[in-house]
């Protein structure tokens, strides 16, 4: 559990980004001359308070918001959110906090590229694969995608970390996305530099030459079918690191809940899914 010290920095560093993002919309929004008049109200609980509150959620390892909203906050940290509104008002206002949260996060709280990084995928089912003809809440968005564990039905999510275990970067994707693909983009890997270290999934000469480009040398394990090259004993033992991205992912999806089939609408999916970086980066 974490101390009111520790929720109070959490909650000014959320409140001072918001602050400077409203003041940015404000200063570049574009404004009829005969626009009719709308009521500015402020909303009784401010989006610094709602991205807390859900940052809380995840770090806490609860797993029913609404459980945690009513009994826990409500009970608990009534001096800190004196504030609060209903459930079902605080889940309308949970969608007004996805684009700040996320610049918040990509512009804040990604870490620092040390020229080692480790990238790697893993699949986000949205339901079994035996149920996804019957599955309506990610209708049309969610597709069938193979690993090496046998066939899932969601999506996908590819990370980069350090050799730190801090998060560099990350992308979501539909499942059937080749891994190599968001490599090939170079707002992936732009703020990538040095060597990259990945599984046998990304073995593609084109990428390769790409990347060696872009200043980024890729380096994976070799097919049984493949000709051996000359690797140095150096890049072999960080090669038997990359399980490291391994425990990154364990904390998304068994802490912060990143994966599973309550959701019930894309845009709170959305919205709940950059929370846990959130969590893991502060």
């Known amino acids: 559990m974490l101390d009111a010290?520790?929720?109070?920095?959490?909650?000014?560093?959320?409140?001072?980004?918001c602050k400077e993002f409203d003041k940015t919309i404000a200063a570049h929004s574009l404004k009829e001359k005969e626009a009719p008049k709308k009521r500015n109200r402020k909303f009784i609980m401010s989006d610094s308070e709602?991205?807390?509150?859900?940052?809380?959620?995840?770090?806490?390892g609860f797993k029913n918001l609404k459980h945690f909203y009513l009994f826990y906050i409500g009970k608990h940290l009534n001096n800190e959110f004196p504030n609060l509104v209903s459930y079902n008002r605080f889940v309308e206002l949970q969608k007004r906090t996805a684009v700040p949260m996320a610049l918040f996060l990509k512009t804040c709280c990604l870490g620092q590229c040390t020229g080692i990084s480790i990238i790697d995928s893993t699949p986000l089912r949205a339901c079994h694969i035996r149920r996804e003809k019957q599955h309506k809440t990610f209708k049309d968005l969610a597709t069938k995608g193979h690993t090496s564990t046998g066939w899932f039905f969601g999506f996908k999510l590819h990370l980069i970390i350090n050799d730190k275990g801090e998060i560099l970067d990350f992308i979501f994707t539909q499942a059937n996305v080749d891994d190599r693909e968001p490599l090939k983009?170079?707002?992936?890997?732009?703020r990538i530099f040095g060597k990259l270290f990945g599984d046998k999934g990304y073995i593609g000469k084109d990428l390769f030459e790409q990347l060696f480009i872009d200043g980024v040398h890729l380096i994976t394990k070799i097919k049984k079918n493949m000709k051996n090259s000359m690797m140095l004993l150096q890049d072999k033992i960080m090669l038997r690191k990359r399980s490291l991205i391994e425990t990154v992912y364990d904390q998304l999806k068994n802490i912060c809940q990143i994966e599973h089939t309550r959701h019930r609408s894309f845009d709170n999916f959305i919205t709940n899914f950059d929370y846990p970086f959130l969590v893991i980066t502060l």
Do not use: Q
């Open 50 to 60: 709602v991205i807390t509150i859900l940052v809380l959620f995840h770090t806490m």
């Open 185 to 190: 983009s170079n707002n992936f890997h732009k």
């Open 5 to 17: 010290n520790k929720i109070t920095e959490i909650y000014f560093l959320i409140d001072e980004f």
